[in-house]
């Protein structure tokens, strides 16, 4: 009986599996459809447009093969373009994170006012950075803005004498900040600090909910007498997760900053374009200008950064920081 | 390796006292389990004791010195936590280290990386390497040593948290109810592997179990702890036998201890009504108890003191346990009868139970042990 059964059931048990695996594409259609359409479609159209001289209203284009992407690393103003993009991605990841870790800690460690420090840090994420940015550009008015306002009342006192910076402002005026090339990279910097690290020490709040209490008594027995050794030994490892996921998205973050930019300086990103980050050139060459080619190439450009941290933070998450 | 002594020890949570004066003198080697119910403060003692948390008042002495001030790093103590508290980034061998690390290697020698190349480092790596084998042969983890907690069972994560306690040579172990995450059967295991490691290292074991058969099992002494007092500290057998109150007897013992409700009145013990001794040395009083061990009992006639229905029987082959519903008591009567007797013991069966006054528990109204002298015991069924 056993025996005659087998080939009658075999074939029965393959249908199955295929109309599930029918079932299967059926199901995650609409899914795929959607990715396709929205995500994928455009991508593929920018990596094929920025090897053209297309222009919107054109009614054709010419291949230009690499010329493009030639452009983009040899002429000058690009270089400006990543000079400023890397600034402002090494400056203000690290600083942002460091930041939202510290304050994350801090407030964890605080009995009282908890909630009101977290509102008070996580304000400049909720607030619009349009409206944030002019704000900053009447505190960092060279004349009237509260900045130097507030350094002047220096001028006179032995803050003259011991730092260098408050010497030469109070005799030939302080900084334009968002006028000087040296100034408007970091003013942008800051500004993204500032706007960012809330959201990194809400993230990191979350992932020290998760460190288990009876962990830091271990530590305690086994030893572990300063509160950097108890940080090394339990908090840093337990967080890592958290780091890995917070780092990713504030370097993606950072090469996406362009609003606090545009509001600065709606013509020219910056002095002598000290702050021409990738996004602003995307807007720039690709709507203002109409140069999809060249627009379509720093895209590329600008979606394989993206992509090459997104792999390494899959990388990491699977092989590093995942103890399970 | 010391004598420690808890001296008064208070710990109050703003209005709510959770221990009211603690004292207990541990001699050096020995296994102490604390043990009681849940919120009795078992576990507030032991971190007291630790250092994880201080106390309102009273003071702890570890080898004659008090460490009322001194951080729990710094006294010389191992403890074994309930989730076992292992570091999860790191590997088995590693868990063990960090307490070597941390206590005999400075700052310096342990910085990622650069820290193996500071002057003496890779010396003190060896003797750590060396140590840590020693510990997990031990425990016979050796196998373990590379694998990281997260790919371990629980029984080898306690079997890890424990090398790590062992690793050094502390004043005493603390154990925070180590067993409570492992199966039953593995618990049965691991409860003799504990007891046979105290035996070897002679070292002081501190055992907090809310689990009396963990404590009758493994220690030398017993304290029962509730609501915040320690309500006799004795060898597990005296603890059994010879309870100093009637919350011991009920907490110590599986199944629970009978209570039944007794009179004295002129020296003459009733109980439902009947005279069943005569006692001296003893004041009358009314609503005395009278407590009776399962095994205490036993099966006799019908017109005994105690005549009731089975009205549920549980065999557990060496032994059948007869649970019977006794008119005028408002709980059941257990019996531990020999499996022979089980054919007596149907459910509905009327039977009557017999015991030895000298057996019996007498404790008065506030729960307290009374020790009358039994001047002329009549065994229940004598009694007309």
Redesign the interface.
Known sequence: MAVTEIPVAAPAARSVEASQRRTGWFLTAPAITLMGLILLGPVLVALVLSFTDYALGNSGFNWVGLENYEKLFTRSTYEKMFVATFTYVVTVVPLSVGLGLGAALLITSVGRFRDLYKTIYFLPVMATLLAMAIAWEFMLHPTIGMVNRTIEMGCGTFLEAIWPFMAQGCEGGFPLWLGDQRYAIWVVCFVGIWQGFGFNMVLYLAGLTSVHRELYHAAEMDGARSAWERFRLVTWPALGPTTVFVVTISCIRAFQVFDTIEAFWPQGAGPNKSAYVMMFAIFEKGVQQNLIGIGSAITVVFLGFVMFLTLIQRWLVERKVHYG | MADLHIDGVVKSFGETQVLKGISLDIRHGEFIALVGPSGCGKSTLL?II???ESQSAGDIVIAGRSVAGV????RN???V???Y??????SVADNIA??LR??TMG?VQRLPLVGRWMPGAAERNREIDAEVRKAASTLEIETLLDR???QLSGGQRQRVALG?ALVRDPAAFLLDEPLSNLDAKLRVQTRGEIAELHRRLGATFIYVTHDQVEAMTMSSRIAVMMEGQILQCDAPDLVYEDPEDIRVAEFIGSPKINILPAELNGGSLRVLDRDIARLTRVADQPGIRLGLRPEALRLSGADSVLTGVVAHHENLGSEVFAQIEVPGLSERVVLRADPSARRRLGLGATVGLDFDIGDALLFDTSGKRLRPVIEAARAAHQVA
Do not use: E, I, N, T
Request: overall charge positive; hydrophobic content about 45%.
């Open positions: 971190r630790a250092g994880l951080r729990a790093a710094d103590l191992s403890m936590f309930q989730s508290a292992l570091y999860p980034h790191l960090v307490p941390m206590r700052a990281k907690p997260g790590r």
